[in-house]
């Protein structure tokens, strides 16, 4: 790759302030869904039954699926780190080629459901129906179901379009054991991606599904 | 110095190449500074029309020179450039984009590109917002309250929420620029403990943007979300809450205070030892001091909602909460005061702007503990009396010291200095047209005049029109400097490196800086302003 930026020293001072520069970002992506997380809190509170209701019309097998198949990106995500860290050209690109596949997977269900959401009318405005006195509040609740996965659904787009780069330059073979940065700090993100879904699937798809 | 006129190095940020593309794609902090520059004066004045406006329809009590629904849109305006095209920005993207760097004995900052873009996205967000301007404005107050926001006015305020929101990422990706060239782009010796207290005041403020900003960017679409695609959060239709959005707005906003008012102190810690010539007094007091205020300040944001149907206990914790962040920005002036205290004192032009932001901020603040107090909050809540109090601090404080730092800095920026004389001159008149715009409304909002009305009860006239008076002293006072600070630039004396005889790295490099800053990496041995005590000062 390049040489070191003028304004560092060497490359492990460029390398480093990279890493906490990535840290420090994912520190705003936690609070900018901290307050969707916030705002959801205070009306799960006010109307558990009516969230619970909600719920029970999201697909909690579709759920699980999109669950296993980020967990499995997060997984080939972290053997593309070991792979660049390694060395291995072409076992670089194809981790970092399944992670994106396992990612585009991931939306396509999602899309799947979106669709199926919307010929039920459940996607919150005029076209809204919920039977049942819990109506209001359970549009509340749709409505953070579709702001929450929808900001997370941006946010893997993003991330499965770095991902393309990145698997395009590594086929390429523009990374080394001691130049790979790039591969790391998409690593951290990806895995954010993941930790955010974690939240949002119980949150969102489990709630009153324990045993009464 | 020697007796020789110092020359303009040959090459230099400015003039090593003078095309437009070497500018709107430069990676470097001072011409990124030199840019926001720019894009900031043009917000602050775009701000600050609405405010003629508004002063002028306000000199008479009836409501005569505009329509209710246009004074709403004034206030809007006013407040919504001033916030986050002016105020947020002005000091950390101006003068900390430029002397950050400098001052810690780095190149540039972490992430030069980065840093570009910041001002890109600063600049669209502002295209934005002066779109639903020109589109006829909003009409919700800069506060944007649901459901009149998102529900029941007819303004254009998805446009002008979509433009604050691109703006806050100019801020969030600033903030955590600073961050990481603070932590890793130190010269060699310059421990934190070492740091230029303006330095401190960066980080502080940047950990502020970074964690605080994401809230209003999610806020903010959640209320487009509602507004555009009607989709309920905080519809009480649905069973939603218009207080949370207000409890999210206030998250980030009251935190947003303290990003406008830090690195104005910080730059106050600067002007004030260069000028009294003297060790600060209690850095580490300082330095502490201005942490406490950032984690402090994310704790009080209910204290605008005492009278909004918030819990009352809520209310309580809240109003001492207001009190404890206080006790840091006193700290400051007690330790500012104690460094003017037997010190060479020069009236310099930044001095008299450190001066004149001490004793308003003081006013300002202290007067925030009367808004703190809940029983005083219900009678002047929304008055007058708030309006005093921020303008205090807004203007009094922030506009002030950035103005003292533009001046302080500006040898350096552009190796010329500015008229002294015109300088202080528009010093003290800015003062003193402050302090007639803004004091008497303490007293109308004491005596019950409401804020964003255009009209009011006739006992109140004298007092507006006080304060419109002194409105317009204040924006012939502002404009003095544009027109003598754009004069030096062909006509000011050269600087040299260090006109001031200031202590801090940025002085030891040429003025204007080349584009990298130093010839030499320096190394640090010393503290912060190391200028000579008494003692060594007496012994030959």
């Excluded at chain 2, 002036?333 to 004149?356: D, H, I, Q, R």
């Excluded at chain 2, 940025?506 to 640090?524: G, L």
Aim: hydrophobic content about 55%.
């Amino acid at each position: 790759m390049e040489a070191v930026a003028h304004q560092f020293q060497d490359f492990r001072q460029q390398h480093e302030a990279s890493r906490l520069g990535m840290w420090t970002f994912l520190v705003t992506e936690v609070m900018f869904f901290g307050g969707l997380i916030a705002g959801y809190t205070v009306y799960r509170i006010a109307y558990p039954a009516a969230f619970a209701q909600a719920s029970n019309r999201l697909d909690v097998a579709l759920g699980a699926v999109n669950t296993v198949l980020l967990l499995a990106s997060s997984f080939t995500m972290a053997l593309a780190v070991r792979s660049a860290r390694r060395g291995g050209r072409w076992a670089l690109a194809g981790a970092l080629g399944s992670t994106l596949l396992l990612g585009a997977a991931f939306l396509a269900i999602k899309g799947f459901e979106y669709a199926h959401k919307a010929h039920e009318q459940l996607v919150p405005g005029p076209n809204f129906r919920f039977e049942g006195p819990e109506a209001k509040p359970a549009e509340l609740f749709f409505s953070f179901y579709f702001l929450m996965t929808g900001m997370h659904a941006v946010h893997m787009v993003v991330g499965i379009g770095v991902l393309a780069v990145l698997a395009a330059l590594a086929a390429r073979g523009a990374f080394t054991p001691d130049r790979h940065a790039p591969v790391e700090l998409a690593g951290l993100y990806w895995h954010f991606v993941d930790v955010v879904w974690i939240f949002l699937l119980p949150i969102l798809y489990l709630v009153g599904r324990h045993a009464p | 110095m020697n007796g020789v006129a110092p020359a303009r190095p040959a090459e230099n940020y400015l003039n090593w190449n003078y095309s437009v593309r070497s500018w709107l794609l430069t990676r470097d902090h001072k011409r990124i500074a030199i840019l926001y520059l720019v894009t900031v004066t043009l917000f602050f004045f775009l701000g600050g029309a609405p405010a003629v406006l508004m002063r002028l329809e306000l000199a008479t009590p009836a409501g005569d020179l505009v329509q209710p629904e246009t004074y709403n849109k004034l206030f809007t305006m006013h407040g919504v450039v001033m916030i986050f095209f002016f105020l947020i920005p002005s000091v950390p993207a101006v003068l900390g984009n430029f002397v950050l760097p400098l001052m810690i004995g780095a190149r540039d900052l972490a992430f030069p590109r980065l840093n570009l873009a910041s001002w890109y996205i600063f600049t669209v967000g502002g295209l934005f917002t002066l779109a639903a301007i020109a589109g006829g404005g909003v009409d919700t107050g800069w506060t944007f309250y649901t459901p009149y926001s998102t529900v029941f006015s007819n303004s254009h305020v998805a446009l002008t929420i979509v433009g604050i929101f691109i703006t806050g990422f100019s801020s969030i990706l600033t903030g955590l620029n600073f961050i990481v060239t603070l932590h890793r782009l130190r010269a060699p010796g310059l421990t934190w403990g070492r740091l230029p207290l303006f330095a401190w005041a960066l980080y502080a403020t940047s950990l502020i943007m970074v964690l605080a900003t994401p809230v209003l960017a999610i806020t903010l679409v959640m209320a487009a979300a509602e507004r555009l695609l009607q989709v309920g959060i905080f519809d009480p239709a649905l069973g939603g809450d218009p207080i949370l959005f207000q409890h999210l707005f206030w998250f980030y906003s009251h935190p947003a205070v303290y990003i406008m008012v830090l690195p104005a102190m910080g730059v106050v810690s600067e002007t004030i030892t260069c000028f009294a010539r003297k060790r600060i007094f209690g850095y580490s007091f300082i330095a502490g001091a201005s942490l406490a205020i950032a984690v402090l300040g994310f704790l009080v944001w209910g204290h605008h909602m005492f009278v909004s149907g918030q819990s009352v206990y809520g209310g309580m914790v809240f109003s001492v909460l207001s009190f404890l962040v206080a006790i840091p920005s006193a700290v400051k002036v007690f330790n500012w005061t104690a460094t003017l205290y037997k010190g060479s004192v020069l009236f310099s032009t930044p001095m008299l702007y450190a001066m004149g932001f001490i004793g308003l901020f003081t006013l300002g603040g202290l007067t925030g503990l009367f808004l703190a107090t809940l029983a005083v909050d219900v009678h002047v809540h929304d008055t007058y009396f708030v309006v005093a109090h921020f303008h205090y601090i807004m203007v009094g404080g922030t506009v002030m010291a950035y103005l003292g730092a533009i001046h302080f800095w500006w040898p350096k920026m552009t190796g010329r200095l500015y008229p002294e004389g015109w300088a202080r001159f528009s010093a003290i008149l800015v003062f003193v047209g402050f302090n007639l715009t803004f004091f008497p409304q303490f007293v109308l909002g004491y005596l019950g005049m409401p804020r964003r009305y255009h009209g009011y009860p006739e006992e109140f006239q004298v007092l507006n029109v006080l304060s419109s008076a002194g409105a317009s002293i204040l924006a012939v006072a502002y404009v003095f400097p544009m027109l003598y600070l754009v004069w030096s630039l062909k006509y000011g004396k050269p600087a040299g490196r260090n006109p001031w005889d200031a202590a801090g790295l940025e002085w030891q490099t040429a003025s204007p800086p080349p584009v990298d800053n130093f010839e030499v990496i320096p190394v640090v041995t010393q503290e912060a302003y190391a200028y000579p005590t008494r003692e060594e000062k007496e012994t030959p």
